[in-house]
């Protein structure tokens, strides 16, 4: 597929969505949110098309997008971990947990995202579920009290199910 039928193909995704919000300014999250769920990020070129369509600055999308920790301008891996890094977690063992998973995937605070595009681990500050901790999210499902151990077990498993889909 060639570069320019694949652009096209993102901005038909993207149109989609804003006809999806009647292109309304006042939807910007969930038009933002609806993207970032269709490529794992936000591309520049896309907020830029996106605020053209609404009639917007870049600017302003670009503040929404930066406010929120939810959205992001990087591309993020196939699979999403999270470990809450937060004082009950901190307290319960998160940092050995933190440093088993950044030691597998060849990860740093400052790199988060696996060169294969598999995985990107995060540390945040609260996930809300303290009675667990420390907790670690992946691809939306909640581990509660996670060892080093079984942060591990849980990347086996899924390295193994990839090859097996693969």
């Known amino acids: 597929m060639s570069t320019q039928h694949s652009a096209a193909h993102s901005f038909n995704k993207v149109m989609e969505i804003l006809d999806r919000y009647d ?3 006042t939807k910007i999250i969930p038009i933002l949110q609806a993207v ?3 490529y794992r990020y936000l591309p520049q070129e896309v907020l830029t098309f996106i605020a053209t369509s ?3 600055s870049p600017a302003r999308l670009y503040g929404v997008a930066t406010f929120y920790s939810h959205f992001s301008l990087e591309p993020k891996g196939k699979h999403i971990l999270k470990m809450c890094d937060g004082t009950a977690c901190h307290v319960r063992g998160s940092t050995a947990v ?3 998973i950044r030691d597998r995937l060849k990860l740093s605070d400052k790199k988060i995202t696996t060169d294969d595009m598999m995985y990107t681990f995060e540390t945040v500050s609260c996930l ?3 009675g ?3 907790v670690l999210v992946v691809d939306e499902e909640i581990h509660g009290q996670v060892t080093p151990e079984q942060a591990l077990e849980i990347l ?3 390295d ?3 090859k097996e889909n693969a």
Do not use: F, Y
């Open 132 to 134: 667990l901790a420390p």
């Open 54 to 56: 609404l009639g917007v």
């Open 98 to 100: 933190i440093d088993a």
């Open 160 to 162: 193994a199910e990839e």
């Open 23 to 25: 292109r309304c300014e």
């Open 128 to 130: 809300g579920a303290c």
């Open 36 to 38: 970032q769920e269709e």
């Open 156 to 158: 086996d498993k899924i």
